[in-house]
Nanobody, 124 residues
Framework: VQLQASGGGLVQAGGSLRLSCAAS????????MAWFRQAPGKEREFVAA????????YYSDSVEGRFTVSRDSAKSTVYLQMNSLKAEDTAVYYC??????????????????WGQGTLVTVSS
């Protein structure tokens, strides 16, 4: 599976961005999809995930209520709508595909495929 992330850019605090991640070369509907991010000097962290089957969504505490993850199976694409952005949201955002069990859906090591990352910069 190949993943291509896009949609990053520079935005002012309080603004919005929508990231996209297009998948190809596999059965998109069979994978749970997730977004992770890595800020300069920090470890990669979980942001959001959407399961393959029921489409249940999961978020980190830091983005809950501000970000929304969704998927379009017809387009084999997962989205991350980011609202009310803060300076601390500045990071490279990565999309990932895998089949983690529910209890481990936030673990990056359980995702098989990764996109190249897209940079989000939030100015304060």
């Amino acid at each position: 599976v190949q993943l291509q992330a896009s949609g990053g850019g520079l935005v002012q605090a309080g603004g919005s961005l929508r990231l996209s991640c297009a998948a190809s070369g596999g059965t998109f509907s069979s994978y749970s999809m997730a977004w992770f991010r890595q800020a300069p000097g920090k470890e990669r962290e979980f942001v959001a995930a959407i399961r393959a089957s029921a489409g249940n969504t999961y978020y980190s505490d830091s983005v809950e209520g501000r970000f929304t993850v969704s998927r379009d199976s017809a387009k084999s694409t997962v989205y991350l709508q980011m609202n009310s952005l803060k300076a601390e949201d500045t990071a490279v955002y990565y999309c990932a595909a895998g089949r983690p069990v529910l209890s481990a859906i936030r673990m990056s090591s359980l995702y098989y495929y990764w996109g190249q990352g897209t940079l989000v910069t939030v100015s304060s």
